[in-house]
């Protein structure tokens, strides 16, 4: 046996060992954190996903018929639309790229619809201002009259079963989103919310496409007749179709999770020790969603219009109007979390290395935070720049109130930063979505 061979032979055994190190001091916070492969949401029927895709593609849901659920989710956006705040009504597209025109910059980013139909998913919209309690089976919304135990809308309680079905209620009344300004067509001028969904469903029922649209909730639902159909069937088959389209289930984390070691590198692997130790990000991005899908003030810095008169934005406080709550906003899941840039419920940062630096030291990120990035990459969608919002008394109380894991600096090396970027980046990404057919 000649020595290069026992070299080569020698080296690979180390190689070996490093590598079952790797996976054993994983396999530890595997069972810390509760890492899971995710496996298929709950089922629907064929009518229910089919009635929901077409919907979902369906501009009659908007009041001047020009804009639809896709074009502010787009799968060619990582189901989102590629901008760190959306547009309103009103914008125009130059070939693929979204442009400002008429439009408004709304305050937030729009989320992505990976994983959105499982039943963790308790939550909706960046506040969690809609939420479905699922073992009392009653919601919580903007709308008083479907939330709560007895609501006085119950026929439209009724038809809906998560948390995202309920979601689906509450765009097509925005004004900005989807409604259209008053004054532009006859139900934005609608008073009440439940005149607007009538309206709305009677343009599907008994509008051009009435012959199409009746046979489809027919199928979807065959046990409520047509003159029964009301908004809540709508919401319950968009969420159908958004459940079974759009998992996210068979990433390389999701392979090594359910025993294939080899599906990540040695380099990921470090990255998901990273994770879970050095860089804390496990103490909110943990369980199967890496997600708890609680609230949390991690210090994002305010730009563009905010929400409230000095354009900030206090995000779960709106909810629940607890001064503990200003400033947070729902932990994201992470699966494809690289196609879905920019980050942040307002998409602060336009990069992923953007996000690590501002949690290695979440204060010096904060106050020497630029928009340039976003300026030069968006500077015309928007039309003009987008402006950082510093308003002193502000930062104090955001500060004061920080979460608990994110205040002390990290310091991470840049081997570290590269080795978590990697994970990110390469192990939670599956470029194609999974439609789930279970019929």
Request: hydrophobic share 35%; proline share 9%; aromatic share 14%.
């Given at each position: 046996m000649n020595g290069s061979f026992l070299l080569v032979f020698f080296s690979l055994i180390s190689l070996n060992i490093q590598a079952s190190d790797l996976d054993l001091e994983l396999q530890n916070y595997i069972e810390k954190f509760n890492y899971q492969a995710l496996g298929d949401p709950a089922e629907s029927t064929e009518g229910e996903v089919k009635l929901g895709a077409a919907l979902f593609f369906e501009n009659a849901l908007s009041g001047n018929h020009n804009i639809n659920c896709a074009t502010c989710h787009a799968v060619s956006e990582g189901l989102g639309d590629g901008l760190p705040l959306s547009l309103g009504v009103g914008l125009t597209f130059n070939g693929k790229v979204r442009v400002k025109s008429d439009g408004e910059i709304?305050?937030?980013?729009?989320?992505?619809?990976?994983?959105?139909?499982?039943?963790?998913?308790?939550?909706?919209?960046?506040?969690?201002?809609?939420?479905?309690?699922e073992s009392e089976d009653f919601f919580e919304t903007p709308n008083a009259n479907i939330s709560g135990k007895d609501p006085i809308e119950n026929k439209i309680k009724m038809a809906l079963t998560h948390a995202n079905s309920a979601q689906a209620l509450f765009?097509?009344?925005?004004?900005?989103?989807?409604?259209?300004?008053?004054?532009?067509?006859?139900?934005?001028?609608?008073?009440?919310?439940?005149?607007?969904?009538?309206?709305?469903?009677?343009?599907?029922?008994?509008?051009?496409?009435?012959s199409f649209y009746q046979k489809m909730f027919e199928k979807a639902f065959p046990d409520t007749k047509v003159e029964e159909i009301n908004i809540g069937h709508v919401a319950e088959a968009i969420y159908a179709f958004e459940k079974h389209a759009f998992v996210i289930n068979d990433t390389p984390w999701d392979r090594y999770l359910r025993g294939q070691k080899s599906a990540l590198s040695d380099k990921q692997k470090r990255g998901a020790i990273i994770f879970s130790e050095r860089a804390r990000c496990a103490e909110c991005h943990n369980g199967p969603h890496l997600s708890n899908f609680e609230f949390k003030n991690i210090a994002i810095?305010?730009?563009?219009?905010g929400k409230s008169a000095n354009k900030q934005d206090y995000g779960r406080y709106y909810v629940t109007?607890?001064?503990?709550?200003?400033?947070?906003?729902?932990?994201?899941?992470?699966?494809?979390?690289?196609?879905?840039?920019?980050?942040?419920?307002?998409?602060?940062?336009?990069?992923?290395?953007?996000?690590?630096?501002?949690?290695?030291?979440?204060?010096?990120?904060?106050?020497?935070?630029?928009?340039?990035?976003?300026?030069?990459?968006?500077?015309?969608?928007?039309?003009?720049?987008?402006?950082?919002?510093?308003?002193?008394e502000e930062v104090i109380s955001m500060?004061?109130?920080?979460?608990?894991?994110?205040?002390?600096?990290?310091?991470?090396?840049?081997?570290?930063?590269?080795?978590?970027?990697?994970?990110?980046?390469?192990?939670?990404?599956?470029?194609?979505?999974?439609?789930?057919?279970?019929w």
């Open positions: 709304l305050p937030r980013n729009a989320p992505h619809l990976f994983n959105v139909g499982f039943d963790e998913q308790a939550f909706m919209f960046w506040d969690g201002r809609v939420s479905y309690n765009p097509i009344l925005s004004h900005e989103e989807m409604l259209g300004k008053p004054g532009s067509n006859p139900i934005a001028d609608l008073k009440t919310d439940e005149q607007k969904w009538q309206a709305l469903v009677e343009r599907l029922l008994y509008g051009p496409s009435a810095p305010p730009i563009g219009p109007k607890s001064q503990e709550d200003k400033f947070k906003f729902k932990v994201p899941a992470l699966r494809n979390v690289a196609l879905t840039a920019p980050y942040m419920h307002n998409g602060a940062f336009v990069y992923l290395s953007e996000v690590i630096d501002h949690y290695d030291h979440v204060r010096h990120s904060f106050m020497h935070y630029s928009t340039s990035n976003i300026n030069r990459k968006f500077r015309y969608s928007y039309q003009g720049d987008i402006e950082r919002v510093f308003v002193r500060f004061e109130n920080l979460d608990e894991f994110v205040w002390p600096p990290l310091f991470l090396t840049p081997e570290e930063k590269s080795d978590l970027l990697e994970f990110l980046e390469k192990s939670l990404t599956q470029k194609k979505p999974t439609f789930y057919r279970p």
